[in-house]
């Protein structure tokens, strides 16, 4: 399988675009407006793995300042896991973002999302707490530092 990755630093082109709505879909199961949110941002980074031109995986961040990039949406479809695409999207994303200057990334995720909450532990992120969120789902939230 061949894979290839694409970065855009602004909403990525309509197809693409629609392919990751899908994609977001399938695997969380709930509404794809993430454009919406992502438009409102001032720095945005949008990763996406690409298999004959197909969106398989993709890893959605924005700035929270100018030292902390809050890594907001990603996943993988499920029949391209456990192909490294969550860790190589993971690592072009921190790559970038210290080339940038942030000092932080930080994301949230779920307990029932083991597998990414595993990959975060293993590539060096800590827990720094747990919230609930509107719909009162519990979140865990983790942070890494980006050293130089």
Not at 32 to 58: F, I, P, S
Not at 92 to 121: A, C, S
Request: proline share 3%; glycine share 8%.
């Amino acid at each position: 399988m061949n894979i290839h990755y694409q970065k855009f630093s602004s909403e990525p082109p309509y197809g693409i675009a629609e392919e990751i709505t899908a994609l977001h879909r399938l695997i969380f199961d709930g509404p794809g407006h993430w454009l919406e949110k992502l438009n409102r941002q001032e720095t945005v980074l949008v990763y996406v793995a690409l298999v004959d031109k197909c969106v398989v995986g993709y890893k959605i961040g924005y700035a929270l300042d100018d030292q902390i990039f809050y890594s907001w949406l990603g996943g993988v479809r499920p029949d391209c896991r456990k192909l490294g695409i969550a860790s190589e999207l993971m690592r072009r994303q921190h790559e970038d973002l210290k080339d940038m200057g942030y000092e932080i990334v930080r994301t949230k995720t779920m307990n029932k999302w083991r597998g990414m909450l595993l990959l975060n532990i293993q590539t060096g992120f800590d827990v720094l707490k747990t919230e609930v969120d509107p719909r009162s789902q519990l979140k865990i939230v983790l942070e890494k530092k980006l050293l130089s």
